[in-house]
Antibody
Framework: QVQLQQSGPGLVKPSQTLSLTCAISGDSVSSNSAAWNWIRQSPSRGLEWLGRTYYRSKWYNDYAVSVKSRITINPDTSKNQFSLQLNSVTPEDTAVYYC??????????WGQGTLVTVSS | SSELTQDPAVSVALGQTVRITCQGD??????ASWYQQKPGQAPVLVIY???NRPSGIPDRFSGSSSGNTASLTITGAQAEDEADYYCNSRDSSGNPWVFGGGTKLTVL
């Protein structure tokens, strides 16, 4: 059974960097058939796909147009996890952040979610 | 803004059938998947592909598609089906994936 466990701070100051990690058990971040995603959810934006990392003989990343200039998603093969960094955050970035696996069009499982509040 | 459009809210009487729809241009080329989300919980996949259910999802949940519209049907809605429902699909422009705005289902 694949499980995703998220970790990271729940409070970030404006203009600073939001950093979250998603630890994978039961699958590999280097899987040739999965993609590892970050999604966020807020009342104003609903569910918003942020980006993904995946391995197909080499590493690829895709990012949402809305955050492309501020986001980095990195795999960590030594710890079998992947991370999200979102720079220059504002209160608009306040949301519940989820990690999720997408495999052959199936989005499961999801992490437990992390509420990140951007406030001074 | 979402490229997949859902009705914000739908209600159904207990035991009756309800259809939740999702509209978008990308649905002419790609199947939608459907997710159920209850308060304080992460979304859970209920329908994917043409009309497939993950293990553990009751068979009262089904999916269909026509043109630019995908539908999730719950036949014989139960109280525990009260939740928010989201569709997602591959995007035909810009981002690889897109989510609908969600539909709040109330079971009366």
């Amino acid at each position: 059974q694949v499980q995703l466990q998220q970790s990271g701070p729940g409070l970030v100051k404006p203009s600073q960097t939001l950093s979250l990690t998603c630890a994978i058990s039961g699958d590999s971040v280097s899987s040739n058939s999965a993609a590892w995603n970050w999604i966020r959810q807020s009342p104003s934006r609903g569910l918003e796909w942020l980006g993904r990392t995946y391995y197909r003989s080499k590493w690829y990343n895709d990012y949402a147009v809305s955050v492309k200039s501020r986001i980095t998603i990195n795999p960590d093969t030594s710890k079998n996890q992947f991370s999200l960094q979102l720079n220059s955050v504002t209160p608009e970035d306040t949301a519940v952040y989820y990690c999720a696996r997408e495999k052959e069009g199936l989005w499961e499982p999801w992490g437990q979610g992390t509420l990140v509040t951007v406030s001074s | 803004s979402s490229e997949l459009t859902q009705d914000p809210a739908v209600s159904v009487a207990l035991g009756q059938t309800v259809r939740i729809t999702c509209q978008g241009d990308s649905l002419r080329s790609y199947y939608a998947s459907w997710y159920q989300q209850k308060p304080g919980q992460a979304p859970v996949l209920v329908i994917y592909g043409k009309n497939n259910r993950p293990s553990g999802i009751p068979d009262r949940f089904s999916g269909s598609s026509s043109g630019n519209t995908a539908s999730l049907t719950i036949t014989g809605a139960q109280a525990e089906d009260e939740a928010d429902y989201y569709c997602n699909s591959r995007d035909s422009s810009g981002n690889p994936w897109v989510f609908g705005g969600g539909t709040k289902l109330t079971v009366l």
